[in-house]
Nanobody
Framework: QVQLVESGGGSVEAGGSLRLSCAAN????????IGWFRQAPMKEREWIGS????????FYADSVKGRFTISQDHDKNTVYLQMNSLKPEDTAMYYC????????????????????WGQGTQVTVSS
């Protein structure tokens, strides 16, 4: 059974940093990607980045590129989202999710392709 558990959210001032964790169990890293999404109140869920763990290839939305970094710890079956230079508009519930990889190095970015989701962790950035 696939299980994803996010942690590390919290409240921070603008310009600060947080590191989110996604503990992933019961899935095969080969052939799958782990994506990070966020959803602010009254807004659609937004893709912000993905990692193809097998190749350690990462992809980012323009809104977070250069500020957010995805990494992994194979031994802990955990994927991290390091968030720097946070802005108030980054305030949202953050989710990790799993999707089949479309190829050896790519990842899907759409919500509908992701089959398994964590419960989310809240990030609040104050100005």
């Amino acid at each position: 059974q696939v299980q994803l558990v996010e942690s590390g959210g919290g409240s921070v001032e603008a310009g600060g940093s947080l590191r989110l964790s996604c503990a992933a169990n019961g899935y095969a890293s080969s052939g799958n990607c782990i994506g990070w999404f966020r959803q602010a109140p009254m807004k659609e869920r937004e893709w912000i980045g993905s990692m193809n763990p097998e190749r350690a290839v990462t992809f980012y939305a323009d809104s977070v590129k250069g500020r957010f970094t995805i990494s992994q710890d194979h031994d802990k079956n955990t994927v991290y989202l390091q968030m720097n230079s946070l802005k108030p508009e980054d305030t949202a519930m953050y989710y990790c999710a799993i999707a089949p990889a479309p190829g050896s190095t790519g990842c899907y970015t759409d919500v509908g392709r992701h089959n398994y989701w964590g419960q989310g962790t809240q990030v609040t950035v104050s100005s």
